[in-house]
């Protein structure tokens, strides 16, 4: 069983930055796949960004890409998540989720994450 915990969300103006981190406890999360899901008000939560146990694999959904950079540390059992140059459609909560492999999912697809966290807010003024 892995609990998942987000921080740094916070309110920015557009075009800057902040990191998000996911820490998790009570397992480790060196052999899961790792993802950042967001949901604004009135969407369906989305995934963007994705990273493979080792960090050699990293994808983004077209909307974030060039701009935020996900990365983990599996010695502090924490996945990072760096927002630059952000813009109010970035507003949302953000979650981080974790998987195991072999689902053979789609790694935007939420069904193929077990643990999830509470989200944390990131809201962008223009």
């Known amino acids: 069983q892995v609990q998942l915990v987000e921080s740094g969300g916070a309110s920015v103006q557009a075009g800057g930055s902040l990191t998000l981190s996911c820490v998790g406890s009570g397992s480790s999360i060196s052999s899961y796949l790792m993802a950042w899901f967001r949901q604004a008000p009135g969407k369906k939560r989305e995934g963007v960004a994705y990273?493979?146990?080792?960090?050699?694999?990293?994808l983004y959904d077209d909307s974030v890409k060039g701009r935020f950079t996900i990365s983990r540390d599996n010695a502090k059992n924490t996945v990072y998540f760096l927002l630059n140059n952000v813009k109010p459609e970035d507003t949302a909560r953000y979650y981080c989720a974790a998987g195991p492999y072999g689902r053979w999912l789609e790694w935007d697809d939420p069904k193929g994450y077990d643990y999830w966290g509470q989200g944390t807010q990131v809201t962008v003024a223009s």
């Open positions: 990273i493979n146990s080792d960090g050699d694999q990293r």
